[in-house]
């Protein structure tokens, strides 16, 4: 029997916290970060892309640090945390123009009282744009055009009007889909609820010719161990051919591992390719004797790696 993993869903108190935490001062001091750095140098997708994959990686690390084990959750952290950075990034954005607002009133007129300067300000944004604060910002940026630039005011290329807009609405994309998919995997990651760890690293079983796996498979799903064991052969097998990895927790003998079968084969160019074609819990029996009669050395027999 090969049964689909699913996640408990569990999150402890402590988790919740640390997520919490990670999310809104990651999240935060990831956006603001990026938002100085963006003074002096930005390229447009690309930057975004290495903010949002910072966030990812923040979020991923502390996901298996505290064990949660809830996709939804997950989902909804990186959502919330490429947001709160894409909020951040463009607050401080928002910022610096309003300083270099008042800057340039103060060197024309050094009386002006500072109160006066900022209703100055967005009586200009509302006269020029029809909105204040940050949305005329938004919108006095969306007219002068955004450009793909390399330190301050090297314009390669303008985005302006609604292209500016459309440019804004992938960046929050690139922002929150990172973290977001990143978090969701990453929960989703098989968690042994005895031992309270993550599964181990993979372990390569064996490999199967491809013309057995479809029998290769029957056989694991009846239970059919023994013979399923029996069609299992090393990497000498030729391509394409069906791999089968096994994640151990710390009691392999007593708990379920968790096996992944994957087809690799050879492409046009002559590289090796895998496809995913199944995973999931096989009890601890089918699981020792995969591993007896597995022909492979010593080392890549259990798997005992642990992580978490
Ligand atoms: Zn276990």
Same mark, same amino acid.
């Given at each position: 029997?090969? $049964? ?35 003074? @002096?140098? &930005? ?13 990812? %990686? ?7 640090? #505290? ?15 490429? +947001? ?9 954005? @928002? ?28 009586? =200009? ?10 949305? %005329? ?30 440019? &804004? ?11 977001? #998919? ?8 098989? @968690? ?5 760890? &993550? ?11 491809? *013309? ?7 056989? #694991? $799903? ?7 064991? +029996?069609?299992?052969?090393? *990497? ?8 089968? @990895?096994?994640? =151990? ?10 096996? =992944?079968?994957?087809?690799? =084969? ?5 590289? +090796? ?11 601890? $029996? ?9 022909? $492979? ?10 992580? %978490?």
């Amino acid at each position: 029997m090969i $049964q689909t993993y699913k996640p408990s869903n569990r999150v402890s108190l402590i988790g919740l916290i640390g997520l919490a935490l990670t999310v809104l001062s990651g999240g935060v001091a990831l956006g603001i970060g990026a938002g100085y750095i963006s003074r @002096y140098v &930005w390229v447009i997708l690309l930057f975004p892309l290495i903010v949002g994959g910072v966030a990812g %990686g923040m979020l991923a690390f502390m996901i298996k640090r #505290l064990h949660l084990r809830n996709p939804g959750v997950a989902l909804f952290a990186g959502l919330l945390m490429g +947001t709160l950075c894409f909020g951040a990034f463009h607050s401080i954005e @928002y910022m610096e123009f309003r300083s270099e607002m008042v800057a340039a009133v103060i060197k024309e007129d050094p009386a002006s009282e500072p109160a006066q300067i900022e209703s100055f300000i967005d009586f =200009s944004l509302q006269e020029e744009t029809g909105s204040s604060g940050i949305i %005329g910002y938004f919108k006095l940026m969306a007219r002068e055009g955004i450009s793909l630039r390399i330190g301050k005011g090297n314009a390669k290329l303008a985005l302006h009007g609604t292209l500016a807009w459309i440019y &804004w609405a992938i960046e929050f994309l690139i922002f929150i889909a990172f973290p977001a #998919l990143v978090a969701l995997n990453g929960a989703d990651e098989p @968690y042994c609820e005895q031992c309270r760890r &993550w599964y181990g690293e993979e372990a390569y079983l064996g490999s199967v010719q491809l *013309a057995n796996t479809e029998n290769f498979l029957a056989l #694991l $799903q009846s239970g059919a161990s023994g013979g399923a064991a +029996t069609l299992l052969g090393g *990497a000498s097998i030729e391509l394409p051919r069906a791999s089968v @990895y096994l994640r =151990s927790c710390r009691q392999p003998g007593l708990h379920a591992s968790h096996l =992944s079968v994957t087809k690799q =084969s050879l492409s046009g160019k002559g590289e +090796t390719y895998s496809e995913p074609l199944l995973s999931g819990l096989i009890s601890p $029996q089918i699981a020792s004797e995969l591993r007896r009669t597995n022909t $492979q050395p010593a080392e890549g027999v259990a798997g005992m790696a642990q992580t %978490g």
